[in-house]
């Protein structure tokens, strides 16, 4: 992997360099570390809170990379929580049902972090899909109650660095109905699904009155896919709409963009938080 963290309690983690490295451990230990006949370094996993070895942090003619090691003290030695690391080379293959067989750590660090983030897993929603959450409480919690129902937390692909992606993948099929959708492309194959529909001043569709034509559109997320390439993690997943008919209105593959979550959940600006969602998310998911 190409990226680290310092500590297991840390949510910010930082692009794998040498300068990086150095200028956030001040080379010191425990993350330097001299019990051996040659220094080693060490760091923590951002996906899985595990303990990694820094690789070639100082041969420029190999590829500087972490790796997961789990005989040292820096991070967590936990070998549950490895098997469903995105990093690790052995994990099971990513099914929608395919479930952790025990609530580790990291599984409960998931719920925690999504529950006092929840606020802003919406806004994040908002800003990189491009479409918003229902704003109304009923709706909230109906969503809140399928992520609880299916355990998504639980979920084998899921881990620290990826939670607003996997909340919607496992909320299953959801009614577009109440939600903003923000994102132009996404009107346009409305529209043209349907010439009928029509959005409101907060981009939320209004459909045909007086029409006997029955629509339901539908929003679900499909296909989540991880792949390491050169010791770095990419992840995707599909973005599909669909209506009553289940006929395919719009459909897009949506690369996940992990430093700006974590660098969201780590934002210091509490100004425009909306702290009853928040609290929405403790009453179903506590």
Known sequence: MKIFKLNVSDTQYFELTKDNFEKETNLQSPWYNHDGKKERHFAVCPACNNSTQIVYLYNQDKPLHAKHCLDVAVGNQNNQALQYCPHYSKKPSLQPESRRTVEDDVALEIKELLIENFDRVIYFIK?????????????????????????????????????????????????????CINKLEIRDALLNYNNKLSFDDFNRVNYPKGSSEFIELKLCFIQHKQSIQDHEL???ITLKITDHKNHVIYTESISFDHDHFVNVINSDNEEYRKLNEVQLAREVLN
């Open 127 to 179: 800003k990189t899909v491009g479409i918003r959450l229902p704003f109304g409480r009923n709706k909230l919690k109906g969503i809140l109650e399928v992520y609880d129902n299916t355990r998504g937390w639980m979920y084998s692909g899921a881990n620290l660095i990826n939670i607003p992606w996997i909340f919607l993948y496992q909320c299953r099929s959801l009614s577009l109905t109440g939600m």
């Open 234 to 236: 990419h992840e995707s």
